[in-house]
């Protein structure tokens, strides 16, 4: 998993309630298990018309926001069914991190899981991130996961909360997977043991 320490990119708003993971990825591009390819179905019924032409109005089709890598969004971001083909799809895109009020539970375990920085914030600091965000090309933020901060284009700072376990993790670049990779040693050492206790096992 790629590490997360410090991003810096243009953040797009999407300042709508509940949203939730059908709309992220929609169940038409579930039959993949592939973690990539999927950005092309973000939003997919939001973003495309049913002729599957773009719809110049959602706001990652506007120019400006194309190349987004934050999302400000509204709260309850990620509710829904389970599927973690949603932060695939977010990932794949290039979002590597999202800003709400709330998350569902599950849609926010699976963000860290997969390299994606979820940010809890006050309303009040939302609406400030959305004013930020609402600037077109200039709605650059820079989040530094070191410091635990969220810099704005004027230079305004806000103060995030995170645990300390999954800081670790995103700094680190380490999944499921890369944290049971971090104790193989110990695992091997384990099995070297139980090999010569239980030689008949």
Same mark, same amino acid.
């Given at each position: 998993?790629e ?6 990119g243009?953040?797009?708003p999407?300042?709508v309630v509940?949203?939730d993971t059908d709309m992220?990825i929609?169940?038409d591009?579930l039959?993949?298990?592939?973690r990539?390819g999927?950005?092309?179905g973000l939003?997919?019924e939001?973003r495309y018309f ?5 719809n110049?109005d959602f ?10 890598k934050i999302?400000?969004?509204?709260d309850? %971001?990620?509710c829904?069914s389970? !599927?973690? =083909?949603?932060?695939?799809?977010? *990932? &794949?895109?290039?979002?590597r991190?999202?800003i ?6 599950i ?6 899981k ?5 940010i809890?914030v006050?309303?009040?600091?939302l ?5 930020d965000?609402?600037r077109g090309?200039?709605?650059v933020l820079t989040?530094?996961?070191?410091a635990q901060t969220?810099?704005?284009?004027d230079?305004?700072?806000?103060? %995030?909360?995170?645990d300390a376990f !999954?800081? =670790?993790?995103l700094l680190?670049? *380490? &999944? ?5 990779l971090a104790k193989?040693a110990s695992?091997?050492?384990y099995e070297?043991t139980?090999?010569t ?5």
């Amino acid at each position: 998993m790629e590490k997360f320490n410090k991003l810096t990119g243009v953040a797009a708003p999407l300042p709508v309630v509940n949203v939730d993971t059908d709309m992220i990825i929609p169940k038409d591009y579930l039959k993949t298990i592939k973690r990539t390819g999927l950005g092309t179905g973000l939003f997919a019924e939001a973003r495309y018309f049913e002729d599957g032409s773009v719809n110049p109005d959602f706001v990652l089709n506007k120019p400006a926001y194309q190349n987004a890598k934050i999302l400000v969004a509204g709260d309850n %971001f990620g509710c829904g069914s389970s !599927r973690e =083909h949603a932060p695939w799809a977010l *990932l &794949d895109f290039g979002i590597r991190c999202i800003i709400s009020t709330s998350f569902a539970d599950i849609f926010y375990n699976n963000c860290f899981k997969n390299g994606i920085l979820p940010i809890v914030v006050s309303p009040e600091d939302l609406e400030k991130l959305l004013d930020d965000a609402g600037r077109g090309s200039n709605a650059v933020l820079t989040i530094d996961l070191e410091a635990q901060t969220i810099s704005g284009p004027d230079g305004g700072t806000i103060k %995030f909360d995170i645990d300390a376990f !999954r800081r =670790h993790c995103l700094l680190n670049g *380490l &999944d499921d997977i890369g944290l049971t990779l971090a104790k193989e040693a110990s695992i091997v050492g384990y099995e070297k043991t139980l090999t010569t206790a239980r030689p008949w096992s």
